[in-house]
Nanobody, 126 residues
Framework: QVQLVESGGGWVQPGGSLRLSCAAS????????VAWFRQVPGKEREFVAA????????YYADSVKGRFTISRDNARNMVYLQMTNLKQEGTAAYHC???????????????????WGQGTQVTVSS
């Protein structure tokens, strides 16, 4: 079983930037698809970004495309989400997810990922 711990959340003004980190332990996630999702209380957890095992295939939600960048460091067992030009609707708990058996058609589905972190809160407000 893999444990995922997110960090880097906080408060930022609209237009600002934050970098989230996800540290994996327990086993290597180098063969996993890893993703970021976000959730607002009372709403479904929504897909933000995902990266395939080699890091060569990356997918983003339309709402963050061009502003967010997902990356991974398999040597450090880490995943990152660089967020720029943040908007107020970006306020949410951001969760890291990993799955060794995720396929392309399911990459945006939270049900495809068996491993989750507890989340880190991002608040975008003036």
């Amino acid at each position: 079983q893999v444990q995922l711990v997110e960090s880097g959340g906080g408060w930022v003004q609209p237009g600002g930037s934050l970098r989230l980190s996800c540290a994996a332990s327990g086993r290597s996630i180098s063969r996993d698809v890893v993703a970021w999702f976000r959730q607002v209380p009372g709403k479904e957890r929504e897909f933000v970004a995902a990266v395939f095992r080699s890091g060569g295939s990356i997918y983003y939600a339309d709402s963050v495309k061009g502003r967010f960048t997902i990356s991974r460091d398999n040597a450090r067992n880490m995943v990152y989400l660089q967020m720029t030009n943040l908007k107020q609707e970006g306020t949410a708990a951001y969760h890291c997810a990993a799955g060794a058996s995720v396929i392309l058609s399911s990459i945006r589905l939270k049900e495809a990922y068996p491993n989750w972190g507890q989340g880190t809160q991002v608040t975008v407000s003036s």
